[in-house]
């Protein structure tokens, strides 16, 4: 059996992803912000004062991966860390005022960078694509 790079879909999706990741890293580095940490201040806009662990998952990091993203944050001042009382070995995280600020100064540019990035694409090509790659995701998170 053959095997290209060229027609992996593997390949294709990293290839892609990590354009992309290197072109929002352009765009936020006026913001003194790595796209990670970027990830972190949007889910937390979405939903304030999640666990640590929670965060992790849901950004899609190790949990010490999460824990040094976070240190950085704080040193920023853009979030803090309150004990969990319901876990007393845990955090739970908030964006600060500051970081609540700035995520929302950053929302044009990560709109700006998602019309870019898919500007070749029609509404419905867009969604098709959207739809597809969650298919992929969806085969390998049963």
């Known amino acids: 059996m ?12 990293y ?10 890293a352009r765009r936020l580095k006026p913001f003194d912000l790595t796209p990670v940490q970027w990830s972190v ?22 949990q010490p991966t999460t824990g040094r993203i976070l240190d950085r944050l704080v040193e920023k001042g853009l979030v803090r860390r309150d004990g969990n ?3 007393r070995r845990g955090f739970l995280i908030f964006l600060t ?14 709109t700006q960078m998602n019309e870019d990035a898919s500007n070749g694409l029609s509404f419905e090509e867009r969604k098709t694509l959207l739809g597809l790659l969650a298919k992929v995701q969806g085969d390998f998170n049963r």
């Open 85 to 87: 009382p319901g876990d």
């Open 41 to 62: 201040l949007t889910r937390l806009a979405e939903q304030d004062g999640l666990p640590q662990k929670q965060v992790a998952e849901t950004t899609f990091k190790d």
């Open 2 to 13: 053959d095997f290209s790079l060229e027609t992996s879909v593997g390949f294709t999706v």
């Open 97 to 110: 005022e500051e970081g609540r600020c700035l995520r929302d100064r950053i929302v044009p540019v990560a």
């Open 15 to 24: 290839r892609t992803a990590l354009t992309l990741q290197l072109e929002m």
